[in-house]
């Protein structure tokens, strides 16, 4: 699979992963929020358009390397430890920065989650 294609269905995947966190979190929050029905509409387009954006900006750049004979294990095992880290310090400064509001934690949550998918999505070794 070339490298486009990779991406395409690592970003297909973390849309539909990320949209159904999302349409668990509207469910769970449906009495605080009646107008969730909007935002159910929109994300799964709004997420795909963030997957991708987030898989070009921050996975793909590691992933290229692949290309030049390091293999997608060796970067995994490598980089994986630290953007975990960076990303998950970054989801929680953003988290205590809002004062643990709702819906900026949701989305903090199911960011870091979907990240953490992609990374095993786009370096799962090829059999």
Known sequence: MNTAQRVIVSAGKAALFSSGLLVLFLLYAEKIYNEWSVILIFSVGITF???IGMIVLTILPLY???RSGIS???IFKKYFPFYAIVFF???LFIVVSSEFNTIITA???I???TAMMSWIWMFKPKR
């Open 107 to 109: 989305i903090c949550v």
């Open 64 to 66: 290229l390397i692949e």
């Open 49 to 51: 358009v963030i997957a």
């Open 72 to 74: 997608g294990d060796v």
């Open 111 to 113: 960011a870091y989650f």
């Open 89 to 91: 310090s970054s989801c």
